[in-house]
């Protein structure tokens, strides 16, 4: 049983350009959480959602990002027009539906120059 | 202010030793759990507790939780030169309107040395 997939790893863009990120929960999961966690800090709680549904954005920023869990696929955080203050670790996690064990992915650090 | 406060902020031990980890928050919880994280890696999940324990082990660790002082600590006993890790505290908070919203610390990074 495969674990948390994300990808890529790294991710390098320009100011202005978008950044995909991919995060493919363990299977049998079908929630999914995306968490920012900038250098010598914690995880910060950006959005929570179910197959096709978001239940919780009350993390992420109301411009420039959004997220999705489509019905088939990996869930993709999406930044547009990107800044240097987008620069870091985007985690994601799944969890399966009754349990609080929550198992993270290893991580897309995004860089933007 | 920040739920989920560890300290110390950064621990330094010779492999053998035990380290302690503390942790604070400051609204009511469903669970508090502790996760590692070994540089540039994703978390792995510790041990969770929830609000009705007290105390819980796993292998070489040991979790505290004392609701009235809205705390835990983390124990690690016989630490090896592979603990070398930041160590996170997260709370689900109760209300917290969606399952599993956690809410992390920044964490304490221990080095343990051989």
């Known amino acids: 049983n495969a674990g948390v997939m994300q990808n890529p790893r790294h991710l390098v863009r320009r100011r202005g350009q978008e950044a995909r990120l991919r995060c493919s929960p363990m299977k049998g999961h079908s929630h999914v959480y995306w968490y920012r966690q900038l250098p010598e800090e914690g995880l910060k709680f950006m959005v929570y959602l179910q197959k096709e549904n978001i239940i919780d954005e009350s993390g992420m920023p109301k411009e420039r990002f959004s997220a999705e869990f489509p019905k088939e696929g990996p869930s993709i955080l999406r930044i547009q027009q990107v800044v240097r203050g987008d620069s870091a670790a985007y985690f994601c996690?799944?969890?399966?539906?009754?349990?609080?064990?929550?198992?993270f992915g290893p991580g897309t650090r995004l860089t933007v120059t | 202010s920040q739920q989920g406060e560890e300290d110390p902020q950064a621990l330094s031990i010779q492999e053998g030793e035990n380290a302690t980890m503390n942790c604070s928050y400051k609204?009511?919880?469903?669970?508090l759990q502790w996760y590692r994280q070994n540089s540039g890696r994703g978390l792995v999940h510790l041990i969770l507790i929830r609000s009705n324990e007290r105390e819980k082990h796993s292998g070489r660790l040991r979790v505290t939780l004392d609701t009235s002082k809205k705390s835990s600590s983390l124990l690690i006993t016989a630490s090896r030169a592979a603990d070398t890790a930041s160590y996170f505290c997260?709370?689900?908070?109760?209300?917290?309107?969606?399952?599993?919203?956690?809410?992390f610390g920044k964490g304490t990074k221990l080095s343990v040395k051989p």
């Open positions: 997260a709370t689900d908070p109760l209300g917290g309107g969606s399952q599993g919203n956690l809410i």
């Open positions: 996690a799944s969890l399966a539906t009754g349990s609080y064990e929550q198992y």
């Open positions: 609204t009511s919880i469903n669970n």
